[in-house]
């Protein structure tokens, strides 16, 4: 049995787990008290004076639709969440939203709710902590060494994405990773039994976890603490501990369906209450004794903060070089100057893939930005995204690489890999990416607006952007996926055309400390355009190529861009006078000042888009358009544009038929972008 | 051992195997000819001159870039495939595309290639033939008695789709499913070592399924015989079968990952030839005796198909009602008159929920069409799509429902789910839904594309469909997802705006036997409008309120065509003619001539979108937008919809702002609509 030296239970954690169930019931009922309060009150290092310290253990809640529990426990334990917040309770613009929101609450680690993100995240974070701690802790000096607890219920568990990260989890012996279910055996629409009769201690031992059980999971305190003791001494696997537990324990309604997710009714509140020894008329109520029991492990833990800073200070004097790293990290700062290391691209260079591009981004800068962390899920070799000299982060006993080791195996495990990314993120100190295709980028969509919502810095690298991959053919060929993710507040898109557009793209996503970005990369071999740079780029759209009194704007992505060119070349033969812009990224560009984007997309000539995905979303800027309305096909990528005729030739035919359409109109043709309700008028705000 | 009775292997099943091979190194080499060979010409019923036989095996290839042995299966046993089509492999419109795809190459059963798809479709397509016998087999008559075969490999098992499907398969005790594991050990990124060193036997026994092991699948094909006899023979549970082979056996390249996906060098070509006994110099050859074998398979399924028709003929003298519903439902036919049972409302009839009409269509429908079957992600009594008498699909010891049953419990699985009713759907003589919030549909993205890529007549009941769900805030509430799956080719987007409108999605959802739909509908309730019609509706946009002269139109979907609605009555007693159109799905208006499109969208006015979405795409028919920039927030819904401003007020304003902006302009005002490159232009086939 593993130690509980320190942990001892006295009728005042009696009195707080009853507390804490009746200031639930007070909201909506859960039945992770005690486990709650144990873990809180007797094991968890934190400080709630200051909840950004970087050693504290994390704290997970899975199944986020139990965020009352959550709420009662921060604001019992002094986070800066007040009894009216408790009150306020999913009412607008509160501290306490239905499901808990990273950014917003003090205390919340990161967003959950949506199943199975919260157990996925807390993979990320322990990945975060076993990498930190290999990276910087020293002989005697043990900085990084907290441990990620997460509470997860059926629902979690049943969701793919915690099956991907938990077979890596353990995969990774990630010892630090303590997960505990509370196995209530009842999900909405029932008993367990309708759906879910797997053996998820099995499944779970399979993984490579450890599994422990406490079977009174409603009242055992000692057992619980005894469970978690032997969790946390474990340091060579994760540790899934089962508790079992009543769901609406000491309600009228313990033990049914009903009680998940819908407030008791009043009666049964009091009859709650009046169980539990509390005065059953009064709401809201926490005696003084469980303050005391809250208020000393906070103190306890602003206690180890205080130590923890002194080895800081002593580490500071003996490496001042990794001291000096630790702060500027978790300042979320790049390294002085690291932007001079990004390519830059003339018109006579080489055509390159941007996929390659990228791997030459990587190679650039992965050396000088060591908290760029990242890796592919399976497939490295197409995404081209392990740069040169990287270690594999593996557990050491594998021969294969080791936990100081900045690249990540993640297995054909796209939304687990997000959803581990932004974990990673969320741990503070690391700038994390993952890699697939765009088109499974879609697999991840759960937690890929997560990474948005929870304004986390993280990179999608995706590559084979589109039909220009070729025979792999519609399966793999996104059409609708640029669309969804413009769509998505707070997310970049970038599809980069070259070179210079490339680096834009990294220079913005790496500066940009609250939004994730997608990079979408090709796979054919893209040229170096004339009037392409960095700096125009990172305005997320710009002028190509001018022209004064022009018949016809073309505007234009990625790979299409060259094509576009090729057209209008085509079209000045003809005496047209054509522009042509390059838009990278929408959500960057409707950054810019009206003036600026009406610049790009000026009045006067009519805008066509060209795209090979949807056309969907492109009137934002265009008077028309042109790209898929369907499916891709399979074949040499050549042959599939010449089928959807995005070529020189078909793009200048549609170019042709538009300029004589707007002329025969005769009216003057204003820009998409001058509208009487602009972005500013509507309502913008982030998150 | 199981009974082997018929199955012998002589010197042909050999050079088989080889010729396979060889094929198969002429095109991309993989390592499951022996398997492969051994279950087409030995247990497979099918009959090549007829692929859609009802009662035929299913063979679904998970591992789909694996594609080649397949066509090459295909070719041997006379499907329509000929040689030339296999030279033709990845070329533009071949037969042979890159992956396999459903209604496009005969003999495919469902799309594959995106990992981890096949095998949760197998679980659909068991799912359909347990119901299928049980609901028409009769003592004597067994009709429906097929098996479902998939192959898959290491990626499929990788994937959290698989993880949810295969969960559920054992939770249902499938026993008509067998699922042969190429256990080869190797991915794209190398080594399974590196990221896959979980205990797959011990996870899918967890499950609840049966496992069975061949050590030697490059060699042994009584072994493999075997073991697909005795999983043929468990009719308790699925099996597993892990057959362990060697990447690109027989290769120079043996056992390597670079054989992954690559095609074979022309020199390793030649020896590999050399090794199998094959004229190194000739490419795509096929002895005799091996066309013999496969011949003799098809023969002996076109007998065995005959029998079943014989059997048929007697049912249909005994069953005559059972009879014909096979027919009908085989042939994708509605019963006659079913749309009679769509409820209609009146303006004056009570406001209510669209999941609640939605609940009612289903109430009204279910009983009429049998082949309507379907269930949710856990959120049963959220979703309401249990309709009255509904019984539970499950197997018959749980108690809880049997195989005839038509409801299922999907779990917290949505990824899966749509996975299992895109199977489901391609067995036919089913048309099936899955449902859960809104939001969580993206949870299933990677199934959903191959819902409309693959042509597949499936529902996704979407409730909970904005931020009018409220308390459960941003994590719950899609903001996105519209513009997402409005931008998906061949998907239609429902988001109905009251009870006629409800009915009008289910009407076209029903009757397109093509087309996958995904029904928006709303957790608040919503007032039966002035004007609304299952006819209106059914053209995918309609004139709600007509005006002469007007000074704009107001176009909306779902819940905020009644906020709407009220906005223009305010705009109304302020002087302003105001028209406003409800457009409750992009698909279907965009395929109604131009003419009807510029009734409802006309000239001469501003048009302005109103819709609690991202604003995303709307542009194509609105000039100006007003929506969601933002993510939602958590709060009673119509505080939520308050702090956004989506309020008559809020709308009101903006569109007076929109009138003056274009008065002032002064020039004539063009509809989005008219358009130099309508769709026709351009590239608008459907896949």
Redesign the interface.
């Known amino acids: 049995m593993a130690s509980l030296k320190g942990v001892q239970f006295t009728d005042a954690d009696q009195l707080a787990v009853n507390t804490i169930r009746t200031l639930a019931a007070d909201v909506v009922a859960k039945g992770m008290a005690p486990v709650a309060h144990v873990l809180f009150s007797k094991f968890l290092n934190f400080n709630p004076k200051d909840s950004k310290w970087f050693n504290r253990d994390r704290f997970i809640l899975s199944n986020?639709h139990a965020c009352a529990l959550q709420y009662i426990l921060l604001h019992l334990a002094g986070y800066k969440l007040s009894m009216d917040d408790l009150k306020n309770f999913?009412?607008?613009?509160?501290l306490t939203?239905?499901?808990p929101?990273n950014d917003h609450t003090d205390g919340i680690e990161v967003?959950?709710?949506?199943?199975?993100q919260g157990i996925s995240n807390a993979v990320g974070l322990a990945i975060a902590q076993a990498h930190m701690g290999a990276t910087f802790n020293k002989d005697g000096y043990n900085l990084f060494t907290n441990k990620t607890y997460a509470f997860l219920g059926?629902?979690?568990l049943?969701?793919?994405?915690?099956?991907?990260a938990s077979?890596?989890a353990?995969?990774l012996q990630l010892g630090n990773l303590i997960a505990i279910y509370d196995d209530n055996k009842i999900?909405?629409?029932g008993n367990t039994?309708?759906?879910?009769?797997?053996?998820?201690?099995?499944?779970y031992?399979?993984?490579?976890w450890e599994v422990l059980h406490v079977t009174s999971g409603d009242s055992d305190l000692t057992a619980i603490a005894g469970a978690i003791a032997e969790a946390r001494d474990n340091n060579s696997k994760p540790t899934l501990i089962v508790l079992r537990t009543t769901i609406g324990y000491g309600s009228l309604k313990e033990g049914g369906h009903d009680v998940h997710g819908s407030p008791l009714k009043a009666d049964d509140i009091k009859q709650l209450k009046t169980r539990f020894g509390f005065d059953p008329e009064k709401t809201f109520v926490v005696p003084e004794e469980v303050y005391d029991i809250y208020h000393k492990a906070g103190d306890a833990g602003a206690k180890k903060e205080a130590e923890w800073k002194k080895t800081l200070e002593e580490y500071k004097g003996k490496y001042p070089k990794e001291h000096s790293e630790i702060v500027r990290r978790f300042e979320g700062r790049l390294p002085e100057g690291w932007e001079k290391a990004l390519p830059t691209f003339k018109p006579g260079d080489a055509a390159v893939a941007s996929r390659k591009l990228s791997e030459n981004v990587l190679n650039a800068v992965a050396p000088i930005i060591p908290e760029l962390v990242g890796g592919?899920a399976?497939?490295?070799?197409?995404n081209l995204t392990r740069w040169k000299g990287a270690v594999?982060f593996?557990p050491p006993s594998?021969g294969?690489g080791d936990y100081s080791g900045r690249y990540f195996?993640?297995?054909?495990?796209?939304?687990?890999m997000t959803a581990i990314v932004n974990g990673i993120a969320a741990y503070g100190g690391l700038i994390p990416f993952g890699a697939t295709f765009l088109?499974?980028v879609?697999?991840a969509?759960?937690a890929v607006?997560?990474s948005?919502?929870s304004n986390l810095r993280v990179l999608n690298i995706a590559t084979h952007d589109s039909i220009g991959l070729g025979?792999?053919?519609?399966?793999?060929q996104p059409?609708?996926t640029?669309?969804?993710l413009?769509?998505?507040?707070?997310m970049m898109f970038w599809r980069p055309a070259d070179g210079n557009e490339t680096s834009a793209a990294y220079a913005i996503a790496l500066t940009s400390p609250k939004t994730p970005s997608t990079l979408a990369l090709s796979r054919q071999n893209l040229p170096q355009l004339e009037g392409s740079s960095i700096e125009k780029a990172s305005k997320g759209g710009y002028v190509l190529e001018e022209a004064k009194d022009a018949d016809i704007t073309l505007i234009s992505t990625g790979s299409e861009v060259p094509i576009v060119v090729d057209a209008a070349k085509q079209l000045r033969e003809k005496g047209l006078k054509v522009r042509v812009s390059s838009i990278p990224c929408f959500e960057v560009f409707n950054q810019q000042s009206k003036e600026y984007r009406l610049s790009v997309l000026p009045h006067g000539a009519?805008i066509?888009s060209v795209e090979a995905?949807?056309?969907?979303?492109w009137?934002?800027y265009a008077?028309?358009?042109?790209?898929?309305?369907?499916?891709g096909?399979?074949?040499?990528y050549l042959?599939?544009y010449?089928?959807?005729?995005i070529t020189p030739n078909g793009i200048a035919s549609?170019a042709e038929?538009?300029v004589?359409?707007?002329k025969q109109?005769g009216?003057?043709i204003?820009s998409?972008v001058d509208?009487?309700?602009d972005?500013d008028?509507?309502?913008?705000?982030?998150?």
């Open positions: 986020g999913r009412q607008i613009d509160s939203p239905g499901h929101e967003t959950t709710g949506p199943l199975g059926d629902g979690c049943q969701e793919g994405v915690s099956s991907e077979s890596l353990g995969h999900t909405i629409d039994d309708v759906s879910f009769t797997e053996d998820v201690e099995a499944r031992r399979a993984y490579g592919s399976d497939l490295t070799g197409s594999d593996q594998s294969l195996r993640f297995g054909v495990r796209e939304h687990g088109n499974f879609s697999y969509a759960g607006r997560l948005a919502l025979e792999d053919g519609p399966t793999h059409v609708e640029a669309a969804w413009r769509a998505t507040p707070n009519p066509m995905y949807s056309t969907f979303g009137h934002e008077h028309e358009t042109f790209g898929l309305r369907a499916w096909a399979s074949g040499p042959k599939v010449e089928k959807f005729e549609r038929k538009v004589s359409f707007y109109r009216d003057k204003y998409p509208k009487a309700i972005f008028t509507a309502i913008a705000s982030k998150h």
